[in-house]
T-cell receptor, first 117, second 112 residues
Framework: GAVVSQHPSRVICKSGTSVKIECRSL??????MFWYRQFPKQSLMLMAT?????????EQGVEKDKFLINHASLTLSTLTVTSAHPEDSSFYIC?????????????FGPGTRLTVL | SQQGEEDPQALSIQEGENATMNCSYK?????LQWYRQNSGRGLVHLIL?????REKHSGRLRVTLDTSKKSSSLLITASRAADTASYFC????????????FGKGTTLSVSS
């Protein structure tokens, strides 16, 4: 099956610094990727839709200036958490859509655990 | 935004028993999927059921879908300790390419 990778898998940073998380579709091209956030013991919440070559679409309540998304190629989307604070500590998961045969299938990355001290 | 509501929120059973989790959603869907997530790990896709299907089986898993009630159930038969995890339903809207919207999840604990 299709594979989506995320890097890094874990990151610890100091408050006020910026952190970049990469999401790659390894064996397929994805014009659309999604970013989710999951707080402990909670479900996945959609943050934004990342479209290759255009601006990301953010869900209500998600600050676009804080969570910068860049989808510069068909296999890579990046999420940058700017000026991170402890409340941004969370599990960030991306997914990529593989289109083919008239259907769209989402493949999820393994997630990135962000801890902000 | 969250589309689905699962119940129960937490379920504790003994090995060998069956576990049933329910999910309700709000809008029309193309598909409904169930995922498993072990603590602190990524998602594992379990099963997909299309809006025109009513029941689907995969190994010890049985999923039902009732589009008139906008609900689905996941049955795990003959549970094992390794089934201990959180289970989420996820739906996609009728438009192609839209994100999956996840329910709140059910945390299943299977004790030996």
């Amino acid at each position: 099956g299709a594979v989506v990778s995320q890097h890094p898998s874990r990151v610890i940073c100091k408050s006020g610094t910026s952190v970049k998380i990469e999401c790659r579709s390894l064996d397929f091209q994805a014009t659309t990727m999604f970013w989710y956030r999951q707080f402990p013991k909670q479900s996945l919440m959609l943050m934004a839709t990342s479209n290759e070559g255009s601006k990301a679409t953010y869900e209500q309540g998600v600050e676009k200036d804080k969570f910068l998304i860049n989808h510069a190629s068909l296999t890579l989307s990046t999420l940058t958490v700017t000026s991170a604070h402890p409340e941004d500590s969370s599990f960030y998961i991306c997914s990529a859509i593989l289109s083919g045969g008239g259907t769209d299938t989402q493949y999820f990355g393994p997630g990135t655990r962000l801890t902000v001290l | 935004s969250q589309q689905g509501e699962e119940d129960p929120q937490a379920l504790s059973i003994q090995e060998g028993e069956n576990a049933t989790m329910n999910c309700s959603y709000k809008t029309s869907i193309n598909n409904l999927q169930w995922y498993r997530q072990n603590s602190g790990r990524g998602l594992v896709h379990l099963i997909l059921i299309r809006s025109n299907e009513r029941e689907k089986h995969s190994g010890r898993l049985r999923v039902t879908l009732d589009t008139s009630k906008k609900s689905s159930s996941l049955l795990i038969t003959a549970s094992r300790a390794a089934d201990t995890a959180s289970y989420f339903c996820a739906t996609d809207a009728k438009q192609a390419g839209t994100a999956l919207i996840f329910g709140k999840g059910t945390t299943l604990s299977v004790s030996s």
